[in-house]
């Protein structure tokens, strides 16, 4: 039997009876990373890499969570897992299991290019390899990250020429902050929207150095006389907590911006080139460096990139079922539209009154937007 299988509740090793981002509540949950379509709520009990354990608390609450570091090897029944970063947002690790000389990695999300919110990248060698495929179509080719900062610095100063606040719209988890620790001139006060404020102490206790930011409140914006930046979530985008600022230009900071007519569709003046996921270049370089001979592809285009493998004819490739098709307005990447998927999002499971505020989950509603 296989390492790991594909079952109703999401990848499962049945030799540790763990399962890895499983899609509803299990006895023993292993945690790539916090974002809403990996980390479900109602677990008896969780692992993930240590720099994550306070930015899962913050997502499901006061749950029983063990944490292991970057490396750290953890025996669950004769099964060895360990963490390793994956370059994607604060915490976000790839998961390699070992079983009697046999290797699986599960990446979860992951990009290669740099991140000052989180380590690099790791790639590690393996049997068997299960890769995200967000933005998995030959299209997707990241500019350099300077390159659209030394955009995104000339955005915020034309506005404030004009008088105008810069709103960018950037997921609240991941997105945000590391756009915040790209800036590199500040030429004004940053506000931010309440839905990132939470995540701020953790950023800090985890000694990342981010601009000083405030909360986006309508008299710190006027206060700011339009020169302010205000960093917000895209469920924000076309709301009326916009319009008490007065004149705005606005931005979104996605991979989906690398296509013509995605920020027209947005309703943005601006879209900055700018993703939390590897591009086609990345991913292929991802995958040939574990050595795997079997790779199974979820996430986003899961069948162009499996052909593209097939035909390569190193490895065998297999598309897998996600309850997630396409990672929702969650993660401030993929629409549907622009993803080219179906978003499919089951009900999510009850929350616990802490997290369950409007605005700082996204509800199914939202996700189909
Ligand atoms: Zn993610
Ligand atoms: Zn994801």
Not at 3 to 20: H, K, M, N, P, T
């Amino acid at each position: 039997m296989a390492l790991v299988e594909i079952s109703q509740r999401g990848l499962y090793c049945s030799a540790g009876d763990f399962y890895v981002d499983p899609w509803s509540p299990v006895d023993r949950a292993v945690i790539t990373h916090s974002h809403s379509d990996h980390l479900r709520w109602g677990s008896k009990k969780y692992l993930t890499a240590t720099p994550n354990v306070p930015v899962l608390r913050a997502r499901v609450g006061d749950v029983d969570v063990a944490g292991a570091a970057y490396g750290e090897s953890v025996d669950i029944h004769g099964v060895r897992v360990s963490f390793h970063p994956a370059g994607h947002i604060l915490g976000s690790a790839q998961v390699r299991i070992e079983h009697r000389g046999e290797v699986c990695v599960v990446s979860g999300d992951y990009k290669t290019d740099g991140d000052p919110t989180c380590p690099p990248f790791e790639p590690l060698r393996c049997n068997h390899f299960i890769t995200e495929a967000t933005f998995a179509l030959p299209i997707y080719r990241w500019p350099r990250t300077s390159d659209v900062m030394r955009e995104f610095d000339a955005w915020w100063q034309a506005n404030q020429a004009e008088g105008r606040t810069s709103v960018v719209f950037a997921y609240a988890l991941g997105k945000a902050q590391r756009v915040l620790s790209e800036i590199t001139n500040v030429r004004g006060p940053i506000l931010i929207h309440g839905a990132l404020a939470r995540f701020a102490p953790i950023y800090a206790a985890a000694g990342i150095e981010l601009p000083a930011t405030e909360y986006a409140s309508q008299e710190a914006v006027r206060a700011a006389k339009g020169a302010a930046l205000v960093v917000a979530p895209p469920s924000a985008l076309g709301s009326p907590w916009l319009r008490k600022f007065g004149p705005v230009s606005t931005a979104v900071a996605s991979g989906w911006m690398r296509v013509r007519g995605a920020r027209r569709r947005r309703g943005v003046d601006r879209g900055f080139v700018l993703s939390d996921h590897a591009d086609w270049p990345g991913l292929c370089w991802a995958i040939a460096e574990t050595g795997a001979e079997e790779v199974w592809v979820t996430h986003g285009y899961t069948e162009p990139m499996t052909r593209y493998l097939n035909e390569q004819g190193k490895v065998c490739a297999r598309a897998i079922e996600t309850r997630f098709k396409g990672e929702g307005a969650d993660e401030g990447e993929a629409t549907p539209e622009e993803a080219g998927a179906n978003v499919e999002i089951a009900p999510l499971p009850p929350l616990p009154a802490a997290v369950a505020s409007p605005e700082t989950l996204p509800t199914a509603g939202e996700a189909a937007t």
